[in-house]
């Protein structure tokens, strides 16, 4: 009988050594997923936060370049009513007027230009760092499979 106890003992004790190394390695796993998880959540708010800080540097931009265009645009306005006023025909209000016009349309189109080419900029800076964390989602997706 001491021999049929010694075996059940033994079993007892290989199943109880099983489930715990099972249960070891699982945690262990799990704890691993878990720090891989944290990982990827920091560097994917990193991400958030560098995508936000290029958006606001691009309002930045594009507000200052606003305000200097208002302000050009206002100094040649009042320059242009100046010249106007000095005008000694009706032939010369028109000729100046529509050389101011011109003038002004060419500036509003170049200024357009330029701050359409800043929300672009700003844009692609923004977009980047999102861009990255789901291209490095993707990759470790298709690994996974």
Do not use: C, I, W
Request: proline share 1%; glycine share 4%; aromatic share 4%.
């Amino acid at each position: 009988m001491a021999t049929g106890a010694e075996t059940m003992k033994s079993t007892v004790e290989q199943f109880t050594a099983a489930g715990n190394k099972a249960f070891k390695d699982q945690v262990e796993k799990s704890m691993a997923a878990m720090g891989e998880l944290n990982t990827h959540s920091k560097k994917n708010l990193e991400a958030v936060v560098a995508s936000v800080t290029a958006a606001t540097k691009g309002v930045e931009t594009l507000g200052a370049q606003a305000m200097a265009f208002s302000k050009s645009s206002l100094e040649a306005n009042v320059a242009a009513a100046k010249t106007l006023a000095s005008a000694k025909s009706v032939q010369e209000v028109v000729e100046l007027q529509t050389a101011f016009a011109k003038s002004a349309f060419e500036t509003y189109m170049a200024e357009m230009n330029k701050m359409t080419e800043t929300v672009a900029a700003s844009l692609k800076d923004s977009m980047s760092p999102l861009n990255e964390r789901v291209t490095a989602l993707v990759e470790k997706v298709q690994a996974a499979r």
